[in-house]
């Protein structure tokens, strides 16, 4: 198993600016997964951080707007740029204790954007 | 392209038994997760089928047929504390996770 720490919980945001989010694992996984999660529809994956190597971004995230670092295997971050109020959303963390196809995903709290 | 479709909402009653029904159209199939996300929390696992076949785990069972690309997620005895949303999620041939939107379960007394 696997325990992350997600901060912030929540925060309200200026139109223009940029958050950065923060998520700590209790142990070294090689791969950290970030999630989008609109009120009412599914997790939807925004990028695969991989420690040492750029993350791999799925179709219709792009790095610029969501850069991401991940400097060791138990720290990742996700910075939310340029934002608008269509970023208002949950944001989580996720990691996986293997590749396998059993591997269960755990979570971090989730972290609730607000843009006004 | 990828979908898994899920009733967005149901209800029933403390002490009941509920089927939250789960299809899915996958590339690929590498097992089906159910989730328990409770609101402003982060989803926790529940159960894991990759075989056709029904798992039990208390009071939760989870039955998938993948021929029929079919799961449900079958709670016994329900309480209050049941009350949350439920995501099916399907690992595809590429090993990554899709998601269903999740089914809002309202418990009445």
């Known amino acids: 198993s696997a325990v992350i720490s997600q901060k912030p919980s929540r925060d309200i945001c200026q139109r223009g600016t940029s958050l950065t989010i923060q998520c700590q694992v209790d142990s070294q996984v090689t791969m950290m997964f970030w999630y989008r999660q609109q009120p009412g529809q599914s997790l939807t994956l925004i990028a695969t951080?991989?420690?040492?190597?750029?993350?791999?971004?799925e179709s219709g995230f792009v790095i610029d707007k969501f850069p991401i670092s991940r400097p060791n295997l138990t720290f990742s971050t996700l910075t939310v740029s340029n934002m608008s109020p269509e970023d208002s959303s949950i944001y989580l963390c996720?990691?996986?204790?293997?590749?396998?196809?059993?591997?269960?995903?755990?979570f971090g709290q989730g972290t609730r954007l607000t843009v006004v | 392209g990828q979908n898994i479709d899920q009733p967005t909402e149901m209800t029933a009653t403390e002490g009941a038994i509920v089927q939250i029904n789960c299809t899915y159209q996958?590339?690929?199939?590498?097992?089906l997760f159910w989730y328990q996300q409770h609101a402003g929390e982060a989803p926790t696992f529940l159960s894991y089928n990759v075989l056709d076949g029904l798992e039990e785990k208390g009071r939760f069972s989870s039955f998938l047929s993948r021929s029929k690309g079919y799961s449900y997620l079958l709670l016994k005895e329900l309480q209050m504390k049941d009350s949350a949303s439920y995501l099916c999620?399907?690992?595809?041939?590429?090993?990554?996770?899709?998601w269903g939107a999740g089914t809002k379960l309202i418990i009445k007394p």
């Open positions: 996958t590339s690929g199939f590498n097992g």
């Open positions: 951080a991989n420690q040492g190597s750029e993350a791999t971004y």
């Open positions: 996720s990691v996986e204790d293997s590749g396998q196809g059993a591997a269960e995903a755990f």
């Open positions: 999620a399907v690992r595809d041939s590429n090993y990554q996770l899709i």
